[in-house]
């Protein structure tokens, strides 16, 4: 069992193809084979080192090890022309003199018949008698396709297909300058790596039975196929660069988890049972190629949101508080305005209500940020009854842990905060609604007495007196 991730440098790693790779390496995984990484970097126009290196950070946040590789086209280039002579020797391929023109007006007089456009042969061996080739033109190679039968295949993905080969043309496969063409590289690829399955996107099947011709014309062995449907958007179109949020790296700084993105990504287009949650360990056990779809999946940014919620709140908060330290510096906060047991706790008590780590990230700012109440909340919440709820609770908590008096936690808080309302002749919430307006800036946060535990004293009386202060 060896599969592979093949993607072209020509930009980042896409959600896509992040699910294609996360297939296939789960595929590898379940039956204990191997999973290959291999750049199919032969555009040398269009790739980039910049785009190779977006492809490994993207895999490498994802934990998508690669057991071998990455293995790069451009450095199989001899590779390829010595496939490419044992092909012309052995009368699979021929050289193609046919001018760009040439060909051009060949179609449009197809079209013009109501004909597939397609290449008439016209350089084939047995069609070459007593023709000379022209002066500076150099030759392309194609490959000899079958004239009669089918390209039988059974995909994993979509069951059995059947390409008759009248519908496919003699595939160039070497370049007048002689590089090597992509669909040649990978069928060379997969043969010398042994590849045994190839999982990828559904709009490589036109590509398939070219690729089954050439290998059978080699005596190579033909992998198993399959071809994983597209995603689509919200709006039931394939997903834009520019509508949707597409790279696997923007789901990082937008502030998911690799393992809720995994988590997500396999269940477009696969299933187990009801199965919504599941480790990465459940799914490799589950995933051994069956309960796949054959239609569309459709992308639903509102339920990635909902698994990464559950991930962060599964996460140890030593490693959410890790993740989130540059987040929270880059909005110019500082953590140290906190202890360190106060960082952990806040994590524990702030994630109830993050489903990203920026909004985590956002939600430190009722602790570490000057408080900026809206207009609205202060006029609700700290007109002068506020206002005096604010100054009787921080003369109340003045003397909380210092000396014999208790210490400075959310029982002792709880209580000065019911204490402080009974006196002022009313219950809880006329005084808890102006100290959260006054303390964290805003009216809705979690229990007022656990976020003022994870202040320090000083710090939430000083607060409070500014809001009285008005």
């Not at 007048?176 to 010398?192: A, E, I, K, L, M």
């Not at 923007?250 to 009801?274: I, K, M, T």
């Not at 030593?318 to 140290?336: F, V, Y």
């Amino acid at each position: 069992m060896r599969t592979r991730f093949a993607p072209s440098p020509t930009g980042f790693l896409h959600i896509g193809g992040a699910r294609t790779a996360l297939f296939s390496w789960a595929f590898a995984r379940h039956f204990g084979g191997q999973f290959v990484l291999r750049i199919e970097d032969t555009d040398l126009e269009r790739s980039t080192p910049e785009a190779t290196q977006a492809i490994l950070d993207g895999m490498a946040w994802l934990d998508l090890a690669a057991d071998e590789g990455p293995f790069f086209q451009t450095q199989r280039m001899a590779r390829y022309a010595e496939v490419i002579a044992q092909l012309l020797a052995d009368g699979r391929a021929y050289h193609c003199y046919a001018s760009v023109e040439e060909l051009d007006a060949l179609r449009e007089s197809q079209r013009a018949r109501g004909e597939k456009p397609r290449y008439d042969g016209r350089w084939r061996p047995e069609n070459v008698q007593g023709k000379v080739p022209p002066d500076g033109v150099r030759p392309v190679v194609r490959f000899r396709n079958p004239d009669a039968g089918a390209v039988l295949w059974d995909d994993m993905f979509k069951g059995p297909i059947s390409i008759d080969n009248t519908q496919l043309d003699d595939l160039i496969i070497a370049r007048g300058d002689g590089s090597p063409t992509y669909n040649f590289c990978v069928v060379v690829d997969d043969w010398d790596m042994r590849i045994s399955h190839v999982i990828r996107g559904d709009d490589h099947v036109n590509n398939t039975p070219r690729q089954i011709n050439i290998l059978r014309a080699l005596g190579a062995p033909v992998p198993v196929y399959g071809h994983v449907p597209m995603i689509f958007g919200p709006d039931g179109q394939k997903l834009s660069k520019r509508r949707d949020a597409v790279a696997v790296t923007q789901y990082d700084e937008e502030g998911f988890l690799p393992e809720a993105v995994c988590n997500y990504l396999s269940r477009l287009g696969w299933s187990h049972g009801d199965e919504e949650l599941f480790s990465r360990e459940q799914f490799v056990q589950w995933f051994d190629g069956s309960h796949l779809a054959s239609s569309p999946a459709q992308f639903d940014r509102d339920k990635l949101k909902w698994v990464n919620h559950h991930y962060i709140n599964h996460c140890a908060p030593e490693r959410l508080l890790k993740l989130i330290t540059p987040r929270i510096a880059n909005r110019g906060w500082s953590l140290d305005v906190l202890g360190a047991a106060e960082q952990l706790a806040a994590i524990s008590v702030l994630r109830e209500r993050a489903d990203t780590l920026e909004v985590l990230a956002d939600a430190f700012g009722m602790l570490l940020a000057t408080p900026e109440p809206s207009a609205e909340d202060r006029e609700t919440h700290l007109a002068p009854a506020g206002r005096a709820a604010c100054a009787a609770l921080a003369s109340a908590l003045s003397g909380v842990g210092e000396g014999s008096e208790p210490g400075w936690d959310k029982a002792t808080i709880s209580g000065v905060l019911k204490a402080t309302a009974a006196g002022l002749g009313g219950k809880m919430p006329i005084v808890a609604m102006p100290a959260r307006v006054a303390v964290f800036g805003r009216a809705q946060t979690p229990a007022v007495d656990v976020m003022l535990a994870l202040l320090p004293r000083d710090r939430v009386i000083e607060r409070l007196q500014r809001a009285a202060a008005g």
